[in-house]
């Protein structure tokens, strides 16, 4: 099995209502792949009021379970949607810990950010 997600799911031309993914875990993200050809839609995330374009080639990582999120009907063509996920009953079987809940100096650092030192203050520009 080639992923780091233990699930995979396809969803062809259909509406997905809005939801929470139940047997996610709160601290994992899902990725959305939106597939097609020639259609227009939108991803929202009812929670935080937003609206995302999710047009063919669009990828999208969000806390499924934390976040309520739906596809709504698109426009023309044909839409498909790969989600990958990960259960979190599959940590409980296999007798692994939840990962912990993911922060931004964690991404910092893995695009090369140099983490601050304690203590240290940035310099204030003078006028």
Not at 22 to 50: C, E, I, K, Y
């Amino acid at each position: 099995w080639p992923s780091i997600f233990s699930g995979l799911e396809i969803i062809a031309n259909r509406t997905t209502f809005s939801h929470r993914d139940p047997g996610g875990s709160p601290s994992l993200f899902d990725l959305l792949v939106s597939l097609g050809r020639n259609h227009h839609a939108t991803l929202s995330l009812a929670d935080v009021h937003a609206e995302l374009d999710y047009s063919p080639g669009a990828m999208v990582y969000i806390a499924g379970r934390v976040l309520e999120h739906s596809v709504g009907p698109w426009i023309n063509g044909r839409k498909n949607c790969g989600a990958h996920f990960m259960k979190d009953a599959v940590h409980d079987r296999v007798k692994v810990p939840r990962p912990s809940f993911p922060l931004q100096k964690n991404f910092l650092e893995l695009v090369g950010r140099k983490p601050k030192p304690a203590g240290r203050r940035a310099n204030k520009l003078q006028i």
